[in-house]
Structure formats: C-alpha cells, structure tokens
C-alpha cells in the first residue's frame, strides 16, 4: 500500500463524507452523471469483465456493475474512510470476495496494478494534479473500455472550481481541484490507443468511455 500524498484527500473526503455519500447513495441511487457512465459501460457490455475503479470512493461503480454481471473489481482509493464504507458495502451486497481493496495513489501503485477488461474514473481526473500522468497510467491499464467523467472548460466551472479552492487554502485544507483540458484528456488516451466510443455532457460534467482499437496493444 503506498499513500504518499493522501493526506490531501483525506481532508477533503474524510469519515463524514464517506458516511454521507453512502447514506444519499442507499436512499437515491447514484447520482446523475455516475448513473450516465454506468448506463454507457452496460450499453458496451460488461458481462464476465474485470473492473478497476480508480479513485473508486465508496465504489459506487463497481457496486453497480457487479449486480449486473461483472465478474471481479480492483477498488482503488486515497482515503481509509471511503475504503471502510465500500468494504461494508460490498459486504452487504453480497460481493466482498469478488473485490479486492487498494489504498493509496493510483500512480504510486499502478505498477502493481494488474491490468481490467473496463477502467473507470468517475470524478476524479479533476482531483489529480498531474492529469497527464493519471490517465496516461490508468488508460493503460485498460483492456477493453476506458469510462471517465470529468469537468468541462465553462467559465462558471472554473469559477466555481477557483471559489473552491479559494475557500479550502482559507481553511488550511490542502486539497485542490483541476479543470483539465478536455482536449489534453482526450490526446492522453489517443496515445494510449483508446478512442471514443460515447461522449454525453451535462452543463458542468462531460461522461465519456473510450474503447480500445483492436491492434493497439497495452503499453506499460
């Protein structure tokens, strides 16, 4: 287990928003653009494939997607609470032997990380500081399908975002958020031979799932 560095994002998502989005998540489902990428994923199919949810929180995804036929899930996480709750989850759904728990930053243990028919990334390039390097990593990663959702380049998102990380440095939380370049998010997963497949926005948040082409192998 490596978590250099996790202690940003234990600031920002630590027990009590753990305990929140699995109390909203039981009650309502997943929310709006989770619920876009899960729809997209299935339309690809997702029956016997292995997963790796990266930034997975209390594994929402991989929840999901294990009911529907998925055979196993990697969950990888920065934070002990989110892991805790997805544990319990899991547990309670019926699945806990099918998914195998990672604390710790994805690029600092991706190299331990076996490879997943499907690769997901639900809000969480735009937590990242180096966007090159996460999705260049987690992309190559990716067997079949590539899901991400992740914020478009609005004015007000940016704003908002900006607000955000004001209020935070105010606060001494060191956690920040990013709006990428969703042109250098695409580039990124192009170089690893991932191409789009569909690409659904909402006003803030683009849900895109990429395939891979067929005679483009898996990079290291």
């Given at each position: ?84 709750v997805a544990e319990e989850e899991a547990a309670r759904r019926g ?19 076996q490879a997943a028919d499907v690769v997901t990334l639900d809000r ?92 483009v192998s898996l990079s290291s």
């Amino acid at each position: 287990m490596s978590c250099c560095g996790c202690e940003s994002y234990q600031s920002q998502f630590g027990d009590r928003h753990a305990v929140r989005d699995l109390k909203r998540y039981r009650k309502r489902g997943p929310d709006k653009t989770t619920r876009m990428l899960l729809d997209a994923l299935k339309e690809e199919g997702v029956a016997g494939a292995s997963l790796l949810d990266v930034g997975a929180g209390i594994g929402i995804v991989h929840h999901e997607l294990l009911a529907v036929g998925a055979k196993k899930a990697i969950h990888v996480d920065a934070t002990a609470p989110h892991i805790r709750v997805a544990e319990e989850e899991a547990a309670r759904r019926g699945h806990a032997g099918r998914v195998t728990f990672l604390r710790g930053d994805f690029v600092m243990l991706a190299s331990q990380i076996q490879a997943a028919d499907v690769v997901t990334l639900d809000r969480v390039i735009c937590c990242y500081p180096d966007m090159q390097v996460l999705v260049s990593q987690s992309a190559s990663h990716a067997r079949r399908l590539y899901g991400a959702v992740f914020p478009r380049e609005r004015w007000m998102v940016r704003a908002v975002v900006a607000l955000g990380n004001f209020a935070r440095r105010m606060t001494g939380n060191s956690f920040r958020s990013y709006v990428h370049p969703v042109c250098g998010i695409d580039a990124a997963l192009q170089r690893q031979g991932l191409r789009a497949r569909t690409v659904r926005d909402t006003f803030a948040w683009r849900v895109a799932v990429y395939s891979r082409v067929s005679n483009v192998s898996l990079s290291s």
